[in-house]
């Protein structure tokens, strides 16, 4: 079947009830093709090779370049990057990098052993002009580390953590000053029990279409992770029992008001935060329930982005063996991770079942007929297309091909994929089988006569580096213009999609 259509459910009622329930081998048949989109890339600056300064046994990563995860632009013109090693870097308007921050310094027990590790991600506090609030998000590892976790997974000990995730806020003491100088003061600590550090904590962030007054104003989010515990190495992993739970962080995106409740006067979080009282959970008036959840049920929803029109929430969710993800995320969603991947059952759950396998829904479920109590992605791609989805945006600014889609790519294979923003908004219908269809957009760069040369991510990333590559580690990034970023944890290059 081809998940592009809502033929979905029509294909579906063909089969046999024995056929419904079979194990599914190939979810999506065919291909993500390439239709006609055409957009150019530049590139805008190259971050320094900065793998020497991490000691080796730290840093296992195979490229000596900065590892980008995030452009992050201000209203005063300014735009920063981040590389996850441990820094946060100014780039001005010639595009001349200097060091914003140095957190390495500061972390001694931050660990830089995995691509996504170290510090991960890092937003500005829409208010950051006037009170110099940012926030980071990195890992340290958990054996002799002396700060206790606010959080530890159910039925485990703080003893037991292999690694810590923290979010940080920053207090600049100038904040239009060219580096940071001020204080800071840890949020929330939350322990890492699996064996690898898989799936880490990777994004904090604000609502980029929230304005001044709006409930949502100033409210920052996190990416919704399970933490490791669906692969992350040893005996702990592989658990689903950690993955549906409203008394857990495991597999949540967090909404908080990073206020200390002694300036806010609200309710206290696990960490120094205050609870919005407009979360659902937070005002379901049950104590089992953290009310920091907004929506639960990814396995590593590691990006979230807003619709600057109407502020549809978006995240991208790295599924298991098969199916990679867009959500709309509503307040008090359930997405479904262990329990499903993509629209189908994880056969994690059957009685004999494994993590790699997938079961058909029910046709009335697949339908809409009857409803279960999960929210599913608005569209998907599988494996044979790329095993990891990256970031996506509502793409509003100045590409005519791209506006009104969604742009989002896939971090393995480097390929830029769009679907139309009004098919996504029409696919959240609550009928699983309605989603929306996919293209592939083609990249060109051009010569020095000014002549047309189609390329990829990977074959620009393999010719700054002068040798071929496993990944392109691709990520997007968003300029308050709507512009797209481009960047690749290989050759630590910021690229930029043009008119």
């Given at each position: 079947m081809s998940v592009r259509t809502p033929l979905v459910a029509a294909a579906l009622a063909l089969l046999s009830p024995a056929a419904l329930f079979a194990q599914v081998t190939d979810p999506i048949p065919g291909r993500v093709e390439k239709?006609?989109?055409?957009?150019?890339?530049?590139?805008?600056?190259r971050l320094p090779e900065t793998r020497r300064l991490r000691p080796v046994e730290q840093d296992v990563t195979p490229t000596g370049w900065a590892r980008p995860n995030y452009v992050r632009e201000l209203a005063d013109g300014r735009r920063f990057v981040n590389d996850s090693r441990g820094f946060i870097y100014l780039l001005d308007k010639d595009n001349k990098l200097s060091m914003y921050l140095n957190a390495a310094e500061l972390f001694p027990l931050a660990v830089y052993n995995r691509l996504v590790s170290g510090l991960s991600g890092f937003d500005f506090?829409?208010?950051?002009?006037?009170?110099g609030l940012f926030y980071t998000v990195h890992a340290e590892r958990g054996p002799d580390n002396p700060a206790?976790?606010?959080?530890?997974?159910?039925?485990?000990?703080?003893?037991?953590?292999?690694?810590?995730?923290?979010?940080?806020?920053?207090?600049?003491?100038?904040?239009?000053?060219?580096?940071f100088t001020g204080k800071r003061r840890e949020l929330l600590r939350i322990a890492h029990i699996v064996q690898n550090l898989t799936h880490p904590m990777g994004y904090v962030g604000f609502n980029t279409a929230a304005k001044p007054g709006d409930a949502d104003y100033g409210l920052l989010y996190t990416s919704g992770s399970d933490?490791?515990?669906?692969?992350?190495?040893?005996?702990?992993?592989?658990?689903?029992?950690?993955?549906?739970?409203?008394?857990?962080?495991?597999?949540?995106?967090?909404?908080?008001?990073?206020?200390?409740?002694?300036?806010?006067?609200?309710?206290?979080?696990?960490?120094?935060y205050t609870v919005p009282?407009?979360?659902?959970?937070?005002?379901?008036?049950?104590?089992?329930?953290?009310?920091?959840?907004?929506?639960?049920?990814?396995?590593?929803?590691?990006?979230?982005?807003?619709?600057?029109?109407?502020g549809t929430m978006f995240a991208t969710d790295i599924g298991m063996n098969h199916i990679e993800e867009v959500n709309i995320v509503h307040n008090g969603g359930n997405y479904g991770w262990m329990k499903r991947e993509g629209l189908w059952e994880n056969g994690m759950i059957r009685p004999g079942g494994a993590l790699n396998q997938l079961y058909e829904l029910p046709a009335d479920v697949l339908s809409g007929r009857t409803k279960d109590e999960f929210m599913y992605p608005?569209?998907?791609?599988?494996?044979?297309?790329?095993?990891?989805?990256?970031?996506?945006?509502?793409?509003?600014?100045?590409?005519?091909?791209?506006?009104?889609?969604?742009?989002?790519?896939?971090i393995n294979r480097g390929r830029i994929f769009a679907t139309d923003?009004?098919?996504?908004?029409?696919?959240?219908?609550?009928?699983?089988?309605?989603?929306?269809?996919?293209?592939?957009?083609?990249?060109?760069?051009?010569?020095a006569r000014g002549q047309t040369v189609y390329t990829?991510?990977?074959?620009?990333?393999?010719?700054?580096?002068?040798?071929?590559?496993?990944?392109?580690?691709?990520?997007?990034?968003?300029?308050?213009?709507?512009?797209?970023?481009?960047?690749?944890?290989?050759?630590?290059?910021?690229?930029?999609?043009?008119?």
């Open positions: 239709r006609g989109l055409m957009v150019e890339v530049k590139e805008v600056a506090h829409p208010d950051f002009a006037r009170n206790a976790p606010n959080f530890v997974p159910p039925g485990y000990t703080a003893a037991e953590a292999t690694y810590h995730n923290i979010i940080t806020e920053w207090r600049a003491d100038n904040p239009a000053a060219p580096t933490y490791g515990f669906s692969n992350g190495g040893g005996p702990k992993a592989n658990n689903p029992g950690q993955t549906q739970r409203l008394d857990s962080v495991v597999t949540s995106i967090l909404r908080i008001d990073p206020r200390s409740p002694s300036e806010s006067k609200g309710t206290k979080g696990l960490g120094d009282p407009t979360n659902k959970f937070a005002a379901d008036n049950n104590p089992a329930t953290l009310g920091e959840i907004y929506a639960y049920g990814f396995r590593n929803a590691h990006r979230l982005s807003w619709d600057p029109v109407d608005v569209a998907m791609y599988d494996h044979s297309d790329g095993p990891a989805i990256s970031s996506g945006f509502a793409y509003r600014g100045r590409i005519a091909a791209l506006r009104g889609k969604f742009i989002f790519g896939d923003l009004a098919a996504l908004k029409a696919a959240d219908d609550g009928i699983p089988s309605t989603v929306a269809p996919i293209e592939e957009v083609q990249l060109f760069t051009r010569d990829s991510m990977r074959e620009l990333i393999e010719r700054t580096l002068g040798e071929t590559v496993a990944r392109a580690d691709l990520m997007l990034s968003q300029g308050r213009d709507g512009e797209l970023y481009l960047t690749s944890r290989q050759d630590g290059m910021i690229r930029k999609l043009s008119e």
